[in-house]
């Protein structure tokens, strides 16, 4: 690493630990906010479980192949949350003029407006997920062979990233609308509930478009596949699984470009 | 080379008007409409113009924050926005509502994160720092978070940290606004100080004249994205004919019909036992001259603020 880099590195540990200070001045609140924001993970799972109950397999997909899905979706999301999800707060930084001092420092806006928040609270969320996930390997009859080792270790993170990605496009839109955030909204939270389920239980255009060409169906529904090694009703082939990494990383260069041209976009508020 | 260079300076905002029940018209607002200014090193220079003139719209073209919508733009030899990071190690900014400061921690560990995010040498640091101490009094809060500052305190060490990693432009868009007396007398005497050493460069935004009769040489006013004056205080006072005028308090009323060719009379008052003229064309002497019984005078400079009112209602 040269001396820039460090120096650089050492800028964005300064703003973490300015948050780390910050936060250890509200020690009450912080406790509080870790156990409200369990609920918002074990209530998806517990959502998946339910549909199961009502129905002995949904699309062909029995109870535990659907948890596997479920997992791999929650901690992707979870991971992506945890990073980048303080983004969808960007509609106040705008609002209150944090985005201007933002863009007066000699730091990328982005990693600076993700490390404004340090989202310990989301924490045990990551945890619950994991859990989940271990439960459903466990479950399932699932024939270890390192390219699945790969796979399941890829295909959270990858998970991860497209979540990132969304949360990034989504805020991007602040930049144009300022009252975007529920149209944001739809998109990271309805395409994490999305992905918790099987692929085919959705049907024409609209499958066409949220599984393939926004690339959704790459999450958990694909991997998911791979690593039970069960062939695809839909008829994609078994590889499609190992697919999910590219997925983001396009999801990322597409979220990339989106946000530099809002910043370049952005209008500031009067003062 | 100049420091500040703007040509054809122009920013456009799109605003939506509605115009019927769910229709909504679009129409372009120019909030800056081609302005051409240069400032050289070591210059301070006040910005004043009504709200929405495109004062603050101009800081943040400077600093990167927006966008131009065309035209160029360089400071520090630098295109603000491509370059932005870049620049932001050469200049200081200070909105006046805005902070650079975190709000939860006391003033002291802003500093010294800010040291980091800049990338400053410490005895660089430390030497700027003692100095913005001394000058700002700011040991008595330096331990007290930042949420807990009074506005002035809390102006004091933006001023701070704007400055601690030596900048070679300083932007300021309305410091003192909000401020007490005191605190405004404060921020003015630093900037004036800062001022001296020749290095710094100083354009400052403010709708508190007295800001920039303290500080700056150079006045622009803008109005409508517009520069409407560019120069000095005293160039203005010439361009729109103000005057000084003289007050007088008599021991007898003031003769009916008394005339001073080149003063004209404004105003008496107090059973024309007291009388104000404007000196249009001659001096005090020839006014007192003509007078009997003076018993007290004095002179008032012209308003500063009455001629920029009058700029702004042209």
Redesign the interface.
């Known amino acids: 690493m040269n001396a820039k880099t460090k120096?650089?590195l050492?800028?964005y540990?300064?703003?973490l630990?300015?948050q780390v200070?910050?936060l250890t001045?509200?020690r009450a609140s912080f406790a509080v906010e870790l156990f409200s924001n369990l609920g918002g993970t074990t209530l998806d799972v517990l959502t998946v479980l339910v549909v199961f109950r009502a129905t002995r397999s949904v699309a062909g997909f029995s109870l535990i192949e659907g948890l596997l899905m479920v997992s791999l979706s929650s901690l992707g999301f979870a991971m992506a949350d945890f990073a980048v999800g303080n983004i969808d707060r960007l509609k106040n930084y705008v609002r209150t003029?944090?985005m201007?001092?933002v863009?007066?420092?000699?730091?990328?806006a982005l990693p600076q407006l993700l490390l404004m928040d340090l989202p310990l609270r989301k924490a045990l969320r990551l945890v619950v997920s994991g859990a989940v996930l271990v439960v459903a390997l466990r479950s399932n009859d699932i024939v270890w062979t390192p390219s699945r080792v790969v796979l399941l270790v890829l295909a959270p993170v990858a998970g991860a990233v497209f979540f990132s990605s969304i949360f990034v496009l989504s805020a991007s839109l602040t930049f144009w609308w300022i009252d975007s955030g529920e149209l944001g909204s739809s998109f990271t939270y309805g395409g994490r509930d999305f992905t918790a389920y099987p692929v085919p239980v959705y049907a024409g255009w609209f499958r066409a478009v949220f599984a393939y060409a926004m690339g959704f169906g790459f999450v958990a529904y694909q991997p998911a596949l791979a690593l039970l090694g069960r062939a695809d009703p839909l008829g994609l082939p078994s590889w499609a699984g190992f697919l999910s990494p590219l997925v983001a990383v396009v999801a990322a260069f597409f979220a990339a470009v989106v946000w530099r041209a809002g910043i370049?976009?952005?209008?500031?508020t009067?003062? | 080379m100049s420091l500040i260079q703007m040509h054809n300076l122009r920013k456009d905002f799109t605003v939506r008007v509605k115009a019927g029940r769910f229709r909504r018209e679009k129409r372009i607002v120019p909030a800056v409409n081609g302005v051409n200014l240069t400032f050289e090193r070591g210059e301070m220079a006040g910005y004043i113009g009504p709200n929405g003139a495109g004062k603050s719209t101009t800081l943040k073209m400077l600093t990167g924050v927006l966008t131009p919508s065309s035209g160029d733009v360089r400071v520090c030899g630098l295109q603000p926005v491509p370059q932005r990071t870049k620049l932001a190690l050469q200049i200081g900014v200070v909105f006046g509502q805005r902070s650079q400061l975190w709000w939860d921690l006391p003033l002291r560990d802003s500093f010294s994160l800010l040291r980091h995010i800049y990338r400053v040498p410490a005895d660089a640091h430390a030497g700027r720092l003692k100095r913005c101490r001394e000058l700002l009094d700011l040991d008595d809060f330096m331990d007290t978070p930042v949420r807990q500052l009074s506005l002035g305190q809390r102006m004091r060490g933006e001023l701070t940290a704007a400055l601690l990693h030596g900048p070679s432009v300083l932007f300021l868009d309305e410091p003192t606004i909000g401020l007490d007396v005191v605190s405004k007398q404060a921020v003015r005497s630093f900037l004036a100080e800062l001022g001296q050493g020749g290095d710094l460069t100083l354009v400052l935004t403010t709708h508190d004249l007295a800001d920039i009769e303290r500080l700056c040489r150079r006045l622009v006013v803008i109005d409508h994205g517009s520069v409407v004056h560019d120069g000095t205080i005293e160039a203005l006072h010439a361009r729109y004919g103000s005057h000084r005028r003289l007050v007088v308090d008599l021991d007898v009323p003031l003769p009916e019909g008394f005339a001073v060719p080149g003063a004209e009379l404004l105003s008496v008052e107090a059973d024309r036992h007291r009388a104000t003229f404007e000196l249009v064309t001659t001096q005090v002497g020839a006014v007192v001259s003509e007078l009997t019984a003076l018993r007290d005078l004095s002179v008032v400079e012209p308003d500063i603020e009455d001629v920029v009112a009058k700029l702004y209602r042209a």
């Open positions: 120096e650089l050492g800028a540990l300064a703003l630990r300015g200070h910050s001045s509200y003029g944090t201007d001092a863009l007066v420092r000699p730091l990328a370049r976009h952005y209008r500031s009067g003062s």
